[in-house]
DNA sequence: TATCCAACTGATACGGAGTATCATAATGAT
DNA sequence: ATCATTATGATACTCCGTATCAGTTGGATA
């Protein structure tokens, strides 16, 4: 049987490092109108525990105790409210890890499955120009890099 | 109206214009081994007469006596011979177009629903510029543009 | 032209992913 | 403690795409 994670309000017995982020991400939530309730932060607890963009399905199974549709509503809130990031799969499966807020794209390793930020790059600006010279009005943009990370890398 | 080059084959009948295209297709289709087949050629010729990107179940609607496993095995033949793009709209429904062969990422209307190419465009160099600076070796990537067209671009 | 095998077709059924429904339960403001 | 609002979860459903498989067709060969 698992242990539950006991919710400790400032007390001595030190908490799982994921719980910061679960409060952090719940109170981001609340200002927004959003209850704490438990089956949400059991999704965000899970969320924040995986080493690796994971599908939904993979946390409905590792959330026995969670309804499926609350899994599936708690990540869609959680990519509306921004503190998921949605991440596409050459295959186009669809996976999510916890956002690192801010625009970025993702280095999505074959291999191994990882995937790491593309910051502080001028992709955007490049995409806005080149779009602006055919005649085009860029609003967005959806960019996924696939190859291998340094780990993986071929010689 | 748009008058297309029709290719006269030896008779007096001109066809459809889309006719050549599709003759084009089969014939690299054929040198790769493909039959030529008469739902295969429906499809082709269904996918040229769109005028946007089109689903796989657009074409099933417009094509009733083909198997609708045909239209979706016809249309994953014409990605993998690369004579029909894929294209992911911003809601990740999946819709295909004839290619214009060769590397390009396509500009898409959130208004009117048109594509447009992008080729000539270096963003490849710089991603693989700024992957290689994070350790990654990029072996590919999805890139799509949303925003407005010239026609409805927002003044 | 007849033969023959591999490729193709289409009806059907199946599976995965995500959502609608709706009765019930929990939250948090008062 | 009350109560309106929001959230939950079981279920059923839709949608997209694919596996199956018996029957058909294309086209190479003779
Ligand atoms: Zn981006
Ligand atoms: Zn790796
Ligand atoms: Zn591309
Ligand atoms: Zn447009």
Not at 122 to 148: K, N, P
Request: hydrophobic fraction near 40%.
């Amino acid at each position: 049987m698992i242990t539950a994670a006991v919710k400790h309000t400032g007390h001595r017995h030190p908490r799982p490092r994921s719980a910061a982020i679960v409060d952090d991400i719940i109170a981001q939530l609340s200002q927004q109108g959003y209850r704490d309730t438990e089956p949400r932060r059991l999704v965000i607890n899970a969320a924040a525990a995986q080493r690796r963009p994971f599908t939904a399905e993979e946390l409905c199974a590792a959330l026995p105790c969670v309804g499926r549709a609350t899994v599936y509503r708690g990540l869609r809130l959680l990519v509306e409210t921004e503190q998921v990031c949605r991440v596409l799969l050459e295959d186009r499966e669809l996976r999510y890890q916890l956002s690192h807020q801010g625009h970025h794209h993702h280095l999505l390793c074959a291999a191994c499955g990882a995937s790491a930020d593309l910051a502080n790059c001028d992709v955007d600006a490049l995409l806005q120009e080149a779009a602006a010279t055919a005649g085009f009005q860029m609003s967005g943009h959806w960019l996924e890099i696939y190859g291998r990370c340094a780990d993986c890398a071929v010689v």
